[in-house]
């Protein structure tokens, strides 16, 4: 992680721009030698099309899924009733 002063960042903000966006670092800003504020690469937000895409192509549970419910159904007959605190 680059650590610079205030200052100094934004003596060079065109190069520490750079450095964070193409090259992936991390930099903490600091004043007086207190971190004040941290720059790190933005994530490109995902898309509602590109999410669905992801749900609809990827791993999907078989019959394990089903094994699994009935194994936390059966656990959970098996627990005391809670009371409600609202009667």
Do not use: C, N, Y
Not at 29 to 56: D, K, N, Y
């Amino acid at each position: 992680m680059i650590s610079m002063s205030v200052s100094d960042a934004l003596r060079q903000f065109a190069s520490l721009i750079h450095r964070v966006r193409h090259d992936g670092e991390r930099a903490l800003l600091t004043e007086g030698g207190a971190p004040v504020a941290r720059m790190i690469p933005a994530v490109p937000a995902i898309r509602g099309a590109e999410l669905a895409r992801v749900w609809r192509d990827g791993p999907h549970l078989g019959d394990e899924a089903v094994s699994f419910e009935a194994d936390v159904l059966e656990a959970r007959s098996k627990l005391p009733a809670v009371p409600s605190r609202w009667e």
